[in-house]
């Protein structure tokens, strides 16, 4: 269980490694990344988070600090948090079924600011790096990496001509 101490230190590290807001474009799809929920206190969602519907008790444990908008709004709009029972980063994505709505990104904070870093770079600055993505980000963190929401993000990423 991560305290509040080490949470708000946690939360700190990201406001310092990562941008306020990333847009990244894959094929056709847009990605826009907010991470402005970073810079108050983490807190878990809240009804005002969501049109409609209950807050499942498996979605207290993720502290929120980003979401990340596909598609011009038009298609999932799933928030980042950190899972304080674990250390892990999560997605939490409200219009999944129940069973899938909380869903592995990486094994800890560091891991996924780092990942999020190397795909952002690769998108929008060095388009080379697309080359070989995926092997990179499971260096990352090997252990999260084959359950976790990356793998996917980069087999498309780089099977899908990008623009930034």
Same mark, same amino acid.
């Given at each position: 269980m991560i305290e509040l101490a080490e949470l708000e230190s946690l939360r700190l590290q990201l406001v310092k490694r990562l941008p306020n807001h990333a847009s990244w474009v894959v094929g056709e799809d847009l990605m826009?990344? =907010?991470f402005s929920r970073a810079r108050k206190t983490l807190r878990p969602i809240q009804s005002s988070d969501i049109v409609g519907g209950e807050i499942l008790e498996s979605w207290h444990s993720i502290y929120l600090f980003g979401d990340c908008a596909y598609a011009d709004g038009g298609g999932a709009h799933p928030y980042v948090g950190i899972d304080v029972q674990t250390g892990e980063v999560c997605g939490l994505d409200v219009e999944r079924d129940d069973?899938? *709505? @909380?869903?592995l990104m990486n094994s800890s904070v560091a891991r996924f600011i780092d990942t999020f870093? $190397? @795909? =952002? *770079?690769?998108?929008a600055?060095?388009?080379?790096?697309? *080359?070989? $993505?995926?092997s990179r980000v499971q260096a990352i963190?090997?252990?999260a990496f084959p359950e976790g929401e990356w793998s996917k993000l980069a087999d498309y990423v780089q099977a899908t001509p990008s623009r930034a």
């Amino acid at each position: 269980m991560i305290e509040l101490a080490e949470l708000e230190s946690l939360r700190l590290q990201l406001v310092k490694r990562l941008p306020n807001h990333a847009s990244w474009v894959v094929g056709e799809d847009l990605m826009d990344w =907010d991470f402005s929920r970073a810079r108050k206190t983490l807190r878990p969602i809240q009804s005002s988070d969501i049109v409609g519907g209950e807050i499942l008790e498996s979605w207290h444990s993720i502290y929120l600090f980003g979401d990340c908008a596909y598609a011009d709004g038009g298609g999932a709009h799933p928030y980042v948090g950190i899972d304080v029972q674990t250390g892990e980063v999560c997605g939490l994505d409200v219009e999944r079924d129940d069973s899938e *709505s @909380v869903y592995l990104m990486n094994s800890s904070v560091a891991r996924f600011i780092d990942t999020f870093l $190397l @795909v =952002d *770079s690769a998108l929008a600055e060095e388009p080379q790096l697309l *080359s070989g $993505l995926s092997s990179r980000v499971q260096a990352i963190d090997p252990q999260a990496f084959p359950e976790g929401e990356w793998s996917k993000l980069a087999d498309y990423v780089q099977a899908t001509p990008s623009r930034a």
